[in-house]
Structure formats: structure tokens, C-alpha cells
């Protein structure tokens, strides 16, 4: 299957990517890899996009959609992918509509990860993070720390990042509406689209997620 994955920050989108492509037997091609790799690598998209983000840029369109291009072209991909922060826009979208048409492939379906915007802020500005290490993630409702901002695993402080500030969610948020949540109606008009709740346990996402894709769950 080869399956877009669109939500806005906070739906769990890495999370959900990460199960539905084992599950599905398909990589999970994430944006943040995909300029890790290449930047780490020095390949020549690397350097682009790195000298546009040392200058506080966003990396252009054209970078982005090669560094897709290459990955999907992969042997791993042959068969399907699961593209998650990509397309980020419009024009993202029509260009891997002419890249996948080239092949002579297509998308499988739009998975859209909808989560009513109250609760895509109180799940990313009640996240907490220990100063010691980044993977020891709490928060203030859903997984409190046993004692109020000490890390469970090795008591470091908890901190709220700059990011997760609510009027930084809310500016995220934003920014969601204006440049990524067109691309729906975009794949909406070719029948594309699959909407379902991200609200719940991650398990009870995924069965949803996959009941929706037609696919049978591992």
C-alpha cells in the first residue's frame, strides 16, 4: 500500500506511522528522517537543505520533494510506503502526484488522523521533558510523574519546551490550516481520502486506522 498519513500536531502521527507500517509491511518515510539521512549522509539535497536551515530558511519545495523521490525509489519501497510530513503543502502534493504517475503508481489512500483542536493542545503543552534525557516524557493528565516535575526514571527536572507552549501550539496550529490542511480537499476530489478519530488508546487507533485501510491487523 502506499498511504499518505495527514493530522495536525499533537494526532500522533509518528506514533500511528510507526505501527501501521509494521503492520503493514511497508518503511515508514518520515520528513525529519528523510533530512536526517541526507544531511548526516552529505549528499548534495543534504547540503541544500542544511545551508537553508543553518540561515533560519525553510528548505524549498524542490528539496523536500527530491529527497522524497530518492527514498521512494528505494528497493524497501517498491511495494508501498507511508509517507508521514510529506506532502506538507499543495504544491508537495501534486509534485508526488506527477512523480508517483511517472512510475506509473498511485496512492492507496489519505489517511487523515482528526482531533478536535482543544485536545491537540492539551496533549502537546501538558507534555513534559527530563532535562537529563529527552526520551523520559511525561504529562501533567495522562502520565504524571510520581512526584510533580521530577523524571520517574532517573529524577531529573521536567521542563515544558518553547514548543510546547500553548501559544506556540496554537501558532503550529495555524500554520496546519493554512498550509497543510488544503492538501485533503486536494486528495479529497480524487476520492483518496480516509478521515478517522485519533482520540483514544494508540492500540484502538491503529485497529481503526487499519479497519479503515481495508487491511487485516498483525
Known amino acids: ?9 499533537g494526532a500522533g502521527k509518528g506514533t500511528q506511522a510507526a505501527f501501521l507500517a509494521k503492520n503493514l509491511s511497508i518503511p515508514h518515510i518520515s520528513t525529519g528522517d ?7 549522509q552529505g549528499t548534495e539535497l543534504g547540503k541544500q537543505a542544511k545551508s537553508y536551515m543553518d540561515a533560519g530558511n525553510l528548505v524549498p519545495d524542490e528539496v523536500t520533494i527530491g529527497m522524497a523521490e530518492d527514498r521512494m525509489a ?35 489512500a489519505v489517511l487523515d488522523l482528526e482531533v478536535p483542536e482543544d ?14 534525557d ?25 521542563y515544558q519546551r518553547a514548543d510546547d507552549k500553548e501559544e506556540t501550539v496554537r501558532k503550529r496550529l495555524e500554520v496546519y490550516h493554512n498550509e497543510t490542511e ?16 485519533a482520540l483514544g488508546k494508540v492500540d484502538e487507533v ?12 498483525k
Open 206 to 217: 491503529t485497529a481503526r486506522a487499519m479497519a479503515a485501510l481495508g487491511a487485516d491487523q
Open 134 to 158: 529527552s526520551s523520559h516524557v511525561f504529562h501533567v493528565e495522562y502520565s504524571k510523574p510520581e512526584t510533580e516535575g521530577v523524571c520517574d526514571v532517573c529524577g531529573g527536572e521536567l
Open 1 to 9: 500500500m502506499r498511504i499518505v498519513l495527514v493530522g495536525p500536531p
Open 74 to 108: 528505494q528497493p524497501d519501497a517498491e511495494n508501498g510506503f507511508l509517507l508521514d510530513g510529506f506532502p506538507r503543502n499543495v504544491s508537495q502534493a501534486k509534485a508526488l502526484d506527477e512523480s508517483l504517475k511517472a512510475q506509473g503508481v498511485a496512492l492507496d
Open 119 to 132: 485536545e491537540v493542545v492539551k496533549r502537546i503543552a501538558g507534555r513534559r521533558i527530563c532535562r537529563n
Open 34 to 40: 528523510l533530512f536526517r539521512a541526507n544531511i548526516s
Open 182 to 197: 488544503p492538501i485533503i480537499d486536494h486528495y479529497k476530489a480524487q476520492g483518496l481520502v480516509v478521515t478517522i478519530s
